[in-house]
């Protein structure tokens, strides 16, 4: 099992922050959890079967200010489809990705487009999110090293820091990951290989949705861009659907929806 | 000092010695001829090096919205693209101006998806001198689009396939577009080869929500030299209020220092003719003043003052320098004229050598015009006449020292 280091990315894809039972304390300010056992809770925690979702997406920026809202199914971890339902202009749009692979459609030209290597890390339908994000992935058992750094007072919680393994190739030399006492993703922020701050995601907006206590809200920062951010939030949440066959198909991303 | 009798004597005492006189000759006119040559390629290398510099991509001026430079973002646009269009064509000194987008995109013939880059351009102002579809016969309108050879390559593509194009617009929103290539374009810009496709400008403007509006003005300047005055005048245009006008050699320092440095070449070379000026001259008029020593010394007993001696070593240098400098003058200037309407192929005198060099984005040809440069001229036979001074100094100065009794020893 492989546990997504972007907690975020989870979020994006639905198939993360789901927990089938409460999680219960796992340490408290008496003393810190076992990395281990959260790790391994963690694990639990974002395994999924399928689920169904609407989606809003704001996008901020100094001179644009978008709001996108999408329906977005996925099963396991390598599915995912999404379709913007508006606005208008880009209603129908649809992204699919299975496996390491991700296609557009576009149902204004009635072009499906495979995305490049060279593109992933391009933007994804004009958010803060590149093509990447839907795509990588990446474990963070397999590619950090995890431990606990210090108690959170204020969301009570614990702070995680994830170091990339020597030898290990991606975006992120280092995250640090703050995980409240529900054992819910409150912040994650992602460092580069140069060390720097790249990215800051804060959860929030903890609810019940899909019968399940998850944060419905997060925002995404990149830094040294001031005045964009982009947020994402759950409209509503349907978990253990069963979906037809063909819903993660191109025949079936090209039908009239 | 010099009177024209002491001219004369000076030129019949050069024929004494016909071949060493005929070889100095010859040494400092090659060196001259070889000068002019030099310079004149390299002046070609360096027009047709700035014309590619300054031509279809960079132009002689530019204007954009503030830090589009930067990260070119899709929405750092200039507003009222044709006013400022306009307003900048009244200008006496700019040659043509045209607006221009630049939107990276998504294209695929098929399934598979390429990073590409639309150029959205005014077409028939581009098709002027130095404008990016200078010589392209296919039309630009439309959803009829031009492609960069490589990418054509890449995509699989010919003239008359239909190309789906997916980008962002200005406003955020998703920019989709199917295209039909009316051709591929070889350009001397490499960007434009490998990623481009090149849209007619409304069409662009449509696609990415940018009504009026565009990325970059290229200006292109009557004379690049005329650049500085031509962006200080944009600058104030009310159009083109809040943009950043920027000159060639502020948007492209690195190329500015090429330029330079094929200039500064062109001095290295100069000091060959010094040397040779200075080693033909010193040398011939050495030997002669020491062949002479005897003959002088008489001439000293008869009463020639030394002043006369060395009025006539210096005016001998000086006719040796003054010749020799003028038949390679000539012999240069001709050899210049007749490479200037062949050219001269680089990579065929480097065997193996490309035809064309990739240097910052820009395809530079092998291909060069040798110019003749007129300072270059000047600079040469200066440098001649003033060696052949310096040259003669010593030689004159020993003449004009000699004891009469001793010399004639000699």
Redesign the interface.
Same mark, same amino acid.
């Given at each position: 099992m492989t546990l997504g280091t972007h907690t975020w990315r989870r979020f994006l894809l639905l198939g993360a922050l789901l927990s089938p039972t409460p999680a219960g304390p796992a340490g408290s300010a008496a003393g810190p959890p076992d990395v281990d056992r959260l790790l391994a809770h963690l694990d639990d925690l974002y395994r999924s079967t399928s689920s169904v979702a609407r989606i809003e997406i704001r996008?901020h920026?100094p !001179? &644009?200010e #978008?709001t996108m809202r999408l329906r977005a199914w996925t099963r396991g971890e390598e599915e995912v489809l999404v379709v913007?339902e508006s606005?208008p202009?880009?209603a129908g749009?649809a992204t699919l990705r299975v496996g390491q692979n991700l296609?557009?459609y576009?149902p !204004? &030209?009635a #072009?499906?487009?495979?995305?490049?290597p060279?593109?992933m890390l391009?933007?994804w339908?004009?958010t803060d999110f590149t093509n990447d994000d839907l795509v990588k992935e990446s474990s963070i058992r397999k590619d950090f090293d995890a431990r606990i750094t210090r108690r959170s007072e204020e969301p009570a919680g614990w702070w995680l820091e994830l170091v990339a393994k020597p030898g290990v190739v991606g975006r992120w030399a280092r995250i640090e990951l703050l995980v409240s006492d529900e054992l819910l993703p409150v912040e994650e922020r992602h460092f580069d290989r140069k060390g720097r701050l790249a990215r800051n995601m804060r959860f929030d907006e903890v609810k019940v949705l899909g019968g399940r206590r998850l944060p419905a809200h997060m925002v995404l920062i990149l830094e040294g861009e001031p005045g964009k951010r982009t947020e994402l939030r759950y409209l509503d949440v349907e978990f253990d659907v069963r979906l037809a066959d063909d819903t993660f198909s191109l025949s079936r991303l090209e039908q009239n929806r | 000092m010099v009177g024209t009798s002491t001219l004369r004597i000076a030129w019949r005492n050069l024929w004494r010695n016909r071949r060493r006189t005929t070889l100095a000759l010859a040494a400092i006119g090659l060196a001259q001829a070889l000068v002019l040559v030099y310079g004149g390629v390299f002046q070609g290398y360096g027009d047709w090096m700035l014309e590619s510099i300054t031509g279809p991509m960079i132009g002689h001026a530019q204007a954009h919205a503030p830090e589009w430079r930067r990260d070119r973002a899709m929405d750092r646009t200039l507003a009222h693209v044709s006013a400022a269009l306009a307003e900048l064509r009244r200008d006496p000194d700019v040659a043509a101006a045209h607006a221009r987008i630049y939107a990276p995109v998504l294209a695929a013939a098929g399934e598979q998806g390429y990073a590409a880059m639309v150029l959205g351009v005014d077409a028939a102002s581009e098709a002027g001198p130095a404008g990016l579809l200078r010589g392209v016969a296919e039309p630009l309108d439309g959803r009829r689009v031009l492609i960069g050879r490589s990418l054509a390559e890449m995509l699989g593509t010919r003239a008359g396939d239909t190309l789906a194009v997916v980008g962002q617009g200005a406003d955020g929103s998703l920019a989709n577009e199917l295209v039909v290539v009316a051709g591929l374009v070889q350009t001397p810009v490499d960007l434009v080869n490998r990623m481009g496709i090149v849209m007619a400008l409304p069409q662009a403007q449509e696609l990415f929500m940018m009504p009026d509006r565009a990325h970059e003005i290229l200006i292109r300047a009557r004379a690049p030299e005329r650049a500085p005055a031509v962006v200080e005048r944009a600058r104030g245009l009310a159009g083109l209020a809040g943009a950043e006008v920027l000159d060639w050699k502020t948007i492209a320092p690195q190329l500015v220092e090429l330029v330079d440095l094929v200039g500064a070449a062109w001095y290295f070379i100069l000091i060959l003719v010094f040397v040779a000026a200075a080693a033909g001259v010193a040398n011939t008029m050495l030997m002669a003043t020491y062949e002479r020593t005897h003959e002088l010394g008489m001439l000293l007993a008869l009463g020639t003052r030394p002043g006369r001696i060395v009025g006539m070593i210096v005016a001998e240098s000086l006719a040796l320098g003054v010749v020799g400098v003028l038949l390679g003058t000539a012999l240069g200037i001709a050899t210049v004229a007749i490479a200037h309407r062949t050219g001269v192929d680089l990579s065929a005198l480097a065997k193996g050598a490309p035809e064309e060099l990739s240097f910052a984005g820009l395809s530079v040809s092998m291909r060069i015009h040798p110019t003749l440069n007129v300072g270059h001229v000047v600079q040469g036979i200066v440098a001649v006449v003033l060696t052949s001074l310096v040259a003669s100094a010593w030689p004159a100065l020993r003449a004009g020292r000699l004891q009469p009794m001793e010399a004639m020893r000699e």
């Open positions: 996008v920026s !001179r &644009i #978008r913007i606005p202009r880009e749009t296609w557009n576009l !204004r &030209i #072009r499906t487009i495979r995305i490049p060279a593109m391009g933007s339908m004009g | -």
